[in-house]
């Protein structure tokens, strides 16, 4: 996890005070690496310069806006970045997202809540390999390289399917997910006309992963909206 | 398309109008026409001085008998160009007065049968009886025209029913002529109608300025630019207005993140007193509800003024009600999630609606919130959805306390403050996608709303 910690954040906003507000949250959440710069010219000269692993960027800029920024940056450089923006509009969102940020977060933000995705950020950028290694669900162990399932000495495969519904219930794990996302992971189509077919995978999933699938503990169904993983064994 | 159709029946209808009127005025003028006709003809027959029988009138009126002879007193009586005999009972003349050479001096009673045909040797003749003879009067040759008329009394007894039928076939033959000559009129005033029609729409209208509603037609035009004008006005105005709301929103922004961060830092703060760093929390918490109402601040201004959603697309409802639903549990705004019970019944899969779906996952989640908010000690809320009638019903309700009935009445109302925003807002958005929306207290709040089903 502290690998993380020392990863070299740039945060680009013309406002000083929340420039340094910003970076003292960053720095009281342990990240020490942190690179400050007001404007396009400058941020593009840090980037340049030195490897920073992600770039907080506002939208509105003196020299420029925040999306044209993104896409100089792109030219040469494939950091992860997060609109950081006080455009709330539905629009903007869109916007940034469909340039291939990897998130957008609105002002005024929660101290938590920007902790939360720099460093959901971060993990899903450079520990994906150690993250993604599998799970416990109960006594039993999901093997992400092998697709499989170990307990004892047995080990059962998944299907394609079967393993992509486990890992979307996995990435949200503790939350409900709908059966419209679960079809949407599997299927790339909603749910309706696949109502009995996620039955089923579910019904497969859990007779591999539960210890009794008749009385699921892990794999909790939410009637009429979808489906929760709950993990005991983090 | 149904518009299109109106505006057609309305000029059915005037067209009908016309043609009918048209056919009753010249069914009407025919009847005037024709027993004018008599009326006027008979009364200049009577008008004028002298007529062959006011002529006989006079002579036999004027006529002496000196015993032997018969003498006309006043011989002017009969104009020059005429001539008159007077006849005995055994055919000879014993009168005469400017006798032509050619009128024979016996008659046999042929002679005096073949007169009533009215000439005697191509002289038209009028007669008129006396004890005493027959006076015949002639009138040059070729002066009238006479025609023997014939009418049965079975003629006359079927002469009303051929009076309606004739009048029949002139309405008939009067709409159709209405009908060809209408024609024109029909297509300008289809036109009209329809230019009508798109005024009401506020669609932008532009007839042609001729013929017979010409005025009518530039009047129209000149309508739809003034509303084209005052549209266009209004749009300036409302674009104006929610750019500024939007910069203020943006302003507003940036300063709150600041305030909000600094006070989040100071609630975790170890130099602070435990009183101050909860003034701290309070600063936070407040901040955050001036984030929620900016974040409103678009929208509840262009709900107020009915703004139609520009970013309509197809919309599932079942995934979408799905989402909202899991959304509020995963989020964990539900206190004790034991405490509260959600049930959904989605019956129809295929529901669809055109609507802005950010706007309607807002009202959706609203309700649900709603219910959520008034019932602190946790109720049980069911979400039910049906199709019905091209129509995508959604039911939203729960056991719990209810809400003021004050609520309910002003629910069509945008609060002037942000307190009770919910339950109007989902309202108006539901309005704006053409939809219904009721509430009542039943046991609980039930709420049901109503869109129309895109197919």
Redesign the interface.
Same mark, same amino acid.
């Given at each position: 996890m502290n690998e993380l910690k020392n990863k070299k954040i740039l945060i680009v906003d013309d406002?000083k &005070?929340?420039l340094k507000? #910003?970076k &003292?949250?960053l720095q009281?959440e342990g990240f020490f690496n942190i690179y400050t710069a007001e404007n396009c010219e400058e941020a593009l000269n840090i980037i340049l310069n030195q490897r920073i692993a992600l770039a907080l960027l506002d939208i509105?800029l003196p020299d420029g806006d925040g999306f044209s920024l993104f896409r100089e940056i792109r030219k040469f450089s494939a950091v992860p970045v997060i609109f950081l923006t006080?455009? $709330? &509009?539905?629009d903007d969102k869109i916007h940034g997202l469909g340039l291939g940020a990897d998130d957008y977060i609105?002002?005024?933000?929660? #101290?938590?809540e920007l902790v939360l995705r720099i460093t959901a950020l971060l993990r899903r950028t450079y520990l994906r390999n150690q993250e993604s290694a599998g799970f416990y669900v109960g006594h039993r162990y999901v093997d992400f390289e092998t697709a499989s399932v170990k307990f004892g000495d047995k080990e059962k495969t998944f299907t394609p399917k079967e393993f992509i519904l486990l890992k979307k219930l996995y990435e949200?794990k503790n939350?409900?997910?709908?059966?419209?996302?679960l079809c949407m992971a599997a299927w790339g189509d909603?749910?309706?006309g696949y &109502?009995n077919t996620l039955m089923v995978h579910i019904r497969r999933l859990r007779e591999k992963t539960e210890e009794t699938p008749s009385e699921p503990k892990h794999i909790i169904t939410?009637? $009429?909206? $979808?489906y929760k993983l709950v993990t005991e064994n983090e | 398309m149904s518009k299109i159709k109106n505006s057609n029946k309305t000029a059915i209808k005037i067209f009908i109008c016309f043609i009918l009127t048209a056919s009753t005025v010249a069914t009407i003028l025919l009847g005037i026409n024709f027993f004018g006709f008599a009326v006027i003809s008979s009364n200049t027959n009577d008008a004028q001085e002298k007529t062959p029988k006011s002529i006989l009138k006079s002579v036999s009126q004027s006529i002496t008998f000196t015993g032997e002879t018969f003498e006309l007193n006043d011989k002017t009586i009969i104009p020059s160009d005429n001539w008159c005999i007077l006849i005995d009972e055994n055919g000879n003349i014993i009168w005469s007065e400017n006798k032509p050479s050619d009128i024979p001096e016996r008659y046999s009673i042929n002679d005096i049968a073949g007169m009533t045909r009215w000439f005697l040797n191509d002289y038209p003749v009028y007669i008129r009886t006396e004890d005493y003879g027959l006076f015949i009067l002639g009138i040059p040759k070729n002066a009238v025209g006479k025609y023997d008329m014939e009418y049965s009394m079975k003629w006359f007894d079927t002469l009303p029913k051929r009076i309606l039928i004739i009048l029949l076939i002139n309405i008939i033959l009067a709409s159709l002529l209405a009908c060809i000559f209408g024609a024109s009129l029909y297509r300008r005033l289809k036109e009209v109608t329809g230019g009508i029609n798109d005024l009401r729409k506020e669609r932008n209208v532009k007839l042609n300025e001729k013929g017979l509603f010409k005025e009518l037609s530039k009047s129209i035009n000149e309508t739809s630019s003034a509303i084209e004008r005052k549209n266009a006005a209004l749009a300036v105005r409302d674009n104006a207005r929610s750019n500024w709301i %939007?910069g203020i =929103?943006?302003?507003i !922004?940036?300063p709150? %993140?600041?305030?909000?961060? +600094?006070s989040?830092?100071l609630e975790s703060s170890d130099e602070l007193s435990e009183a101050n760093r909860k003034r701290a929390v309070i600063i936070t918490a407040q =901040?955050?509800k001036i984030?929620k109402l900016? *974040?409103d601040l +678009?929208l509840i201004s262009s709900l107020e003024y009915d703004m139609q959603p520009n970013?309509k697309k197809i919309v599932?409802m079942?995934?979408l009600i !799905? !989402?909202i639903? =899991?959304n509020i549990?995963?989020s964990g705004i539900l206190d004790n999630i034991n405490d509260y019970e959600i *049930?959904? +019944?989605?019956a129809d *899969?295929?529901a669809a609606v055109s609507a802005d779906e %950010?706007l309607l996952e807002r009202a959706i989640f609203n309700l649900i919130n709603n219910s959520i908010v008034h019932n602190k000690n946790g109720c049980r809320i069911e979400i039910s959805e049906y199709i019905n009638n091209s129509t995508v019903n959604i039911i939203i309700s729960d056991n719990g306390s209810g809400v003021p009935n004050a609520v309910i009445e002003n629910i069509t109302e945008i609060p002037k403050s942000a307190h009770g925003l919910g339950l109007p807002m989902a309202y108006k958005i539901i309005n704006v996608h053409g939809g219904k929306m009721t509430a009542v207290n039943n046991n609980g709040f039930t709420v049901k709303i109503k869109l129309p089903l895109e197919k």
């Open positions: 406002e &005070e929340l507000l #910003t &003292e949250i009281s509105m006080a455009r $709330g &509009e539905a609105v002002k005024p933000f929660l #101290t938590k949200n939350k409900i997910v709908t059966n419209d996302a909603g749910y309706y &109502e939410v009637k $009429g909206i $979808g | %939007a =929103s943006h302003d !922004r940036t709150l %993140a600041i305030v909000i961060g +600094n989040e830092t =901040s955050i984030k900016i *974040e +678009n970013k599932w079942c995934p !799905r !989402r639903t =899991s549990i995963n *049930e959904l +019944n989605l *899969e295929k %950010a």
